[in-house]
């Protein structure tokens, strides 16, 4: 009986200190699933936002509106996540048709202020705001080909760049708390009503 008694204590110490050495990789990988799944949420959250605004631009096509729409669409995409510790800029610019690359020349670059009533955004390009519409940048909606070429080609494309933040939520996990970027490109539609 006292031979069995003191196994059974050598197997629970030794259980124990299996469980020591086990315990900190177990908790480390589940925090590390926990920290991946989120930043792979808020990736996807941002791309899928970033792709309805750009599909917004490319229906206003040259209307004094269109970045403003863009950037209220993709204040929508982003529902609660919308913070400006979070979203760091966006840039809304006239792509190379084939390579995506932005134009140097054609690039507007807001900022997300939520405390700067009713735009929200700096510059603000609601053309409905005292003042007028303000881009930030040189490529005004007024600017972009929306008109279709005999040979099917000519209309811009437009693209959007969202460059954001991501927080950890342990800071165990090196790598994750970082800027990101995401993208969307979208080929403006022909204006064929001539507005």
């Keep these: 009986m006292r031979m069995k008694s003191r196994n059974d204590n050598r197997e629970r110490g030794a259980a124990m200190v299996e469980m020591a050495m086990v315990l900190p990789l177990l908790v480390l990988l589940v ?14 959250t941002i791309a899928s936002a970033a792709t309805s605004a750009a599909r ?11 970045d403003f729409r863009m950037l209220r669409a993709l204040e929508a995409g982003l529902y609660d996540q919308v913070d400006a510790s979070v979203l760091i800029s966006v840039d809304i610019f006239e792509a190379d048709e084939i390579t995506g690359v932005a134009s140097a020349a054609n690039v507007n670059t807001y ?10 955004w700096t510059p603000c390009p609601d053309p409905d705001a005292p003042g007028g519409a303000v ?6 909606p007024a600017n972009r080909d929306t008109e279709l070429d ?3 080609g000519g209309l811009s494309v437009l693209g959007i ?4 933040h991501h927080d950890a939520v342990t800071n165990l996990i090196p790598g994750v708390d970082r800027d990101l970027t995401e ?9 064929t009503f001539g507005t």
């Design 150 to 152: 005999a040979g099917g």
């Design 31 to 44: 925090f590390g699933i926990v920290e991946y799944g989120l930043l792979f949420k808020e990736k996807l």
């Design 183 to 191: 993208r969307a490109l979208v080929r403006l539609e022909p204006d």
């Design 111 to 120: 900022f997300f202020t939520p405390d700067i009533l009713p735009c929200k």
């Design 135 to 140: 881009y930030g940048g040189t490529w005004v």
């Design 161 to 164: 760049e969202i460059v954001y």
């Design 56 to 66: 917004t631009g490319a229906t206003m096509g040259t209307r004094d509106a269109a």
